[in-house]
């Protein structure tokens, strides 16, 4: 019995960025040019774009800066490489409806191993076509090729001008892909410009060449991607290329299957308590806490229900799951009775074991994420929030607010403050001040028609403008800690000094109520 030939698809998604955002776009900006744009050490620069950026002269790669003339109606957003790469691993695992394994090839590529399986699915024509329609369907474009190596059917998918891209399986490789540019070779940009001034402009020409003279020329090139006798050996299948198929790791999941229905609360009850045991020992084994969990009940006329939890943080206790579980399950309908309960947990997160000190005395109360939990679980997701700081270090702008729940990052450039008001105000409101000029400390000041006399001052604290985001005139803000004769606090600045060549004198405003010590 001969083995089958080894078959390959390559699926390119060379659009894959650009796809991923448009399927949650604004709709405003549907017929608008948009860019997706990175951060580099030159300014922001284009990752992806639409194709009304495309049609008005937008480059990828460019400069957002040198990009601006030509399209000054250009829309910016910020690219997600993340998120393209767990699109692409979901793709990798989906993808496997063609063949027993796949592997993510490159950011915007996919390898699956299609090798005896192509005709299942009616031949390897047909599993193109197939490729092409369902990732269309679903807003993605993409490109599709089969050959005997990785490396062969990378070129085909990337560089093939016409036709099917399907390399026969008893075809000389070197032959038949001679045709393609040798950038089909998966090489460097260097490298390949190097080779264009050798004249090897197609794999063909590479292939005539004395290897020799192509090995001393690049003898300094280590990495694949600069030997260009590496990637033809890799192309013709002379040398072994090693994939890291992509694994799908199974969901946390507890399960009971009961011979009799059970029908009253009591009952249902006890089997949360075991499946929340069972689901403990085994986030435990794999050293993670359930985010999100999910109770499904299957009924024996084929009904089923599902109740959810978020929570505040990794946990995996028992008791704790079962408590807010306990709310949940009041007005579950068993109907003729439940036979099958499962509790999933779908999103979990790293959480390490705890060593308690043997002369620790016994912990009382509950933690903050406990305390959250419980909370949400009575007034819903949507009833609690939480500060979370931003990237700013002009106080209003310092600190938003996000769902308890949410994944809403803390920003970790925000600098450190000392003393900030309790109450800071929607927005700062214009008092008129006695102060030792030019830049002494206040005396005392009128806000909404009373005067109050200040009885100590602390700072200045100044905050310079965020050039990047305001007017480049925009005056800096002296900041003072202030106690009134009344007993009151008060946190007021001085907006720009004598000093600073404005020709207008300095603007005071009162920001916040009340100073607490940090």
């Keep these: 019995m001969t083995m089958p030939h080894r078959r390959l698809l390559s699926i390119w998604l060379p659009t894959l960025a650009i796809d991923r955002w448009q399927q949650t776009a604004p709709a405003e900006l549907a017929t608008l040019p948009v860019a997706l744009t990175a951060d580099s050490a030159h300014g922001p620069r284009v990752a992806a774009v639409n194709r009304a950026a495309a049609e008005a002269g937008v480059q990828v790669g460019a400069r957002l800066a040198d990009m601006r003339p030509l399209c000054p109606q250009l829309q910016t957003c910020p690219h997600d490489p993340a998120g393209d790469r767990a699109l692409l691993e979901r793709l990798a695992l989906w ?35 197939d490729v092409a329609a369902r990732l269309n369907s679903n807003g993605l474009q993409a490109r599709a090729a089969i050959a005997p190596t990785c490396g062969a059917a990378w070129a085909l998918s990337h560089h093939a001008l016409a036709g099917p891209a399907i390399c026969p399986p008893d075809a000389v490789l070197a032959e038949w892909l001679a045709p393609l540019p040798v950038a089909a070779l998966r090489l460097d940009e260097t490298v390949l410009l190097v080779l264009k001034r050798l004249g090897i402009k197609h794999v063909g020409d590479l292939v005539a060449v004395d290897r020799q003279l192509i090995a001393r020329r690049f003898r300094h090139h ?72 999910i109770l499904r009940l299957f009924r024996v006329d084929g009904e089923s229900c599902e109740r959810t939890l978020e929570l505040a943080a990794p946990n995996r206790d028992a008791a704790h799951i ?132 200040v009885t100590y001052a602390r700072g200045p604290e100044r905050l310079g403008p965020e050039w990047w985001r305001q007017h480049s005139r925009e005056r800096p803000r002296d900041y003072y800690a202030t106690q009134a004769a009344n007993g009151g606090h008060y946190w007021i600045y001085r907006q720009g000094h004598v000093y600073d060549q404005t020709g207008t004198p300095p603007e005071w405003f009162l920001h916040g109520i009340g100073i607490t010590q940090h």
């Design 322 to 453: 079962v408590r807010l579980f306990a709310g949940k399950l009041d007005d579950i309908d068993a109907g003729f009775g439940i036979d099958c309960a499962q509790l999933v947990a779908p999103w979990t997160e790293a959480l390490g074991q705890a060593q308690v000190r043997l002369d620790e005395p016994p912990r009382e109360g509950t933690t903050l994420p406990a305390c959250l939990d419980r909370v949400i679980t009575r007034l819903g997701t949507g009833a609690v929030h939480r500060v979370v700081t931003l990237a700013s270090h002009l106080p209003e702008r310092s600190q938003g607010e996000a769902a308890a729940l949410s994944n809403a990052p803390q920003s970790a450039s925000a600098p450190p403050v000392r003393l900030r008001p309790l109450k800071l105000l929607d927005r700062p409101e214009a008092i008129a001040v006695i102060y030792a000029t030019p830049e002494g400390l206040p005396r005392s000041f009128r806000w909404r028609g009373q005067l109050h006399r």
């Design 222 to 293: 280590r990495a694949p991607t600069g030997n260009p006798l590496a990637r033809l050996d890799q192309l013709l299948g002379l040398m072994p290329e090693p994939l890291i198929p992509v694994v799908d790791r199974p969901v946390a999941l507890a399960e009971r299957r009961l011979a009799d229905p059970l029908l009253h609360r009591s009952l249902l009850d006890r089997i949360v308590h075991d499946l929340a045991q069972e689901l403990e020992a085994l986030l435990e084994t794999r050293r993670e806490g359930a985010r999100r969990l």
């Design 95 to 129: 993808a496997r409806r063609w063949g027993p394994w796949s592997a993510l090839d490159g950011p915007d590529g996919l390898l699956v191993d299609i090798t005896g399986a192509s005709h299942l699915h009616g031949g390897e024509t047909a599993v193109l076509a």
